[in-house]
């Protein structure tokens, strides 16, 4: 019997051959699909590098870390998926091609389930540091009907460029939701959004470094809208003027959702308040798809 090694090239081929096999026979198709099709595309990228041991070892290190830091406040996984542009690409492939509608873009880590009520013209900020922020705006479907009723979820940074969860557990502010008007008109307080670095003390910010890229993202406000018988949106609102609209460290920002945020002094407020310091205001409108639509 020969001792000879087949040639390099064929032996790889053989690898990735049984393996494809192997999920031949799973019973869901689409299962089937994506695994063989991820096999294909992982091998190949091994090969076109030519993946060294070494490598391959940091690369699992690297991923072991991603899953030690993560936990039911932080996900680095979705953070590395933001970073890499897999995010903002599974949202372009998805996104309704719908004129008139919102555009989508990146959920983030930093959304949790159990956000607090607020009421329509409510508060959001619950004590978030920063410059009062009074935002207003229409839920509608692109054929112009209102939605009312639906529900508008909200997450922001304060000015110190913290979501609340990354204060511990028991902080909460800077997030809520509400139910809009049966106009499908929306309104509540927050603060100003400011511009801040994503997580970097962690795998993915060592990546970003090693990659001499830079971790901040433009200020923004987070909206995610639930309208029966709509998609559901996931979107932001970026501030106008802001410095890092054209390097976001997450690849999110389009131009459609650039808002303009009105400075005022001291004194009376659309919804007939007074605040007794300096405050600002942004108006945008949510447009939704129908679920038959996309």
Not at 24 to 44: F, I, N, W, Y
Request: glycine share 10%; charged share 25%.
């Amino acid at each position: 019997m020969s001792t000879e090694h087949p040639p390099t090239a064929k032996r790889e081929q053989s690898v990735t051959e049984e393996v494809l096999a192997s999920f031949s026979k799973a019973a869901d198709p689409r299962l089937r699909e994506v695994m063989q099709s991820l096999v294909r595309h992982l091998h190949g990228f091994a090969r076109e590098v030519r993946l060294t041991e070494p490598e391959w070892e940091k690369a699992i290190a690297f991923l072991t870390r991603a899953g030690h830091i993560t936990d039911d406040r932080r996900q680095e996984f979705i953070l590395l998926s933001d970073v890499l542009g897999l995010s903002m690409l599974t949202v372009a492939i998805n996104e309704p091609k719908k004129p008139g509608a919102t555009e989508a873009t990146v959920f983030g880590p930093f959304y949790v389930d159990d956000a607090p009520e607020v009421p329509l013209g409510g508060d959001i900020a619950r004590g978030a540091v920063g410059t009062p922020c009074y935002v207003s705006g229409q839920v509608r479907s692109v054929d112009g009907s209102p939605l009312g009723g639906a529900l508008l979820h909200v997450w922001g940074a304060d000015d110190d460029g913290f979501y609340d969860v990354q204060y511990g557990a028991d902080h909460s502010a800077g997030r809520g939701w509400l139910r809009v008007a049966e106009d499908g008109s929306y309104r509540f307080w927050t603060v100003l959004p400011t511009p801040y670095p994503i997580p970097h003390d962690g795998p993915v910010g060592d990546l970003l470094k090693a990659a001499g890229r830079g971790p901040m993202r433009p200020a923004h406000l987070h909206f995610k809208v639930v309208a029966p018988g709509h998609r559901t949106l996931i979107t932001h609102i970026f501030v106008a003027g802001d410095p890092h609209l054209g390097d976001d460290a997450v690849f999110g920002v389009k131009d459609s959702l650039v808002v303009e945020a009105e400075y005022h002094a001291a004194g009376p407020a659309p919804d007939g308040t007074h605040p007794q310091e300096p405050w600002t205001s942004m108006k945008f409108d949510l447009v939704l798809v129908p679920d038959q639509d996309h």
